[in-house]
């Protein structure tokens, strides 16, 4: 694999507000498994961990937001529920998994649809902020504002479920 091929989307943080309602859509159970493919500085792993009781496994390529992730970890002292993995995706066993946290692009939301095919056990949940799966039909789909007194920031929130 090509180094360019690593890095697959940019970095953008999502809001706090969505990946709560994100979770909340994804029905997190304590004691489920959630992985989030390009975890950034770890707050979807930690609020998944903190306020849904799961057990989270970021996965992040770059290693400056990795550290970031690390020190939000031990700062919330959730270091026994919540693992940070420098890793690029595709070689992150997802067999585990109960829930999985997309924030990525339509195109790698492609490349990284037949290893999620591959992996996933049946009912696991898949969540993805802004970009659908295509080929696959979103058991829900919900247009969720961040801030409805201004009508905006709208986001489109995608749940697909592994048959």
């Known amino acids: 694999m090509e180094a360019h091929e690593l890095f697959i989307a940019p970095y ?3 809001p706090l507000p969505v990946i709560r ?6 029905e997190l159970k304590p004691g489920e498994v959630f992985f989030d493919l ?8 930690i609020m998944a961990a903190k306020d849904f009781g ?9 290693e400056d937001l990795v550290k970031r992730a690390l020190s939000s970890v031990y700062e919330h002292n959730l270091q026994n529920r ?6 690029d995706m595709f070689g992150v066993d997802l067999s585990s998994a109960n829930v999985v946290f997309l924030y990525l692009t ?14 996933l056990k049946k009912g696991t949940r898949v969540v993805s902020h802004d970009y659908e799966i295509v080929g696959w039909k979103p058991v ?4 969720f504002c ?4 201004l009508g905006y920031p709208s986001h489109t929130l995608y749940v697909y479920k592994k048959d």
């Open 21 to 26: 309602q994100m979770l909340i859509l994804a």
């Open 12 to 14: 953008v943080p999502s």
């Open 140 to 143: 829900e789909v919900e247009n």
């Open 146 to 149: 961040e801030n409805p007194k």
């Open 106 to 119: 339509t195109s790698a939301n492609e490349k990284v649809r037949p290893k999620l095919k591959a992996e």
């Open 54 to 62: 799961a057990r989270a496994v970021g996965v992040e390529l770059r």
């Open 82 to 87: 919540v693992t940070i993995v420098n890793s």
């Open 38 to 45: 390009g975890s950034g500085d770890g707050r979807s792993v």
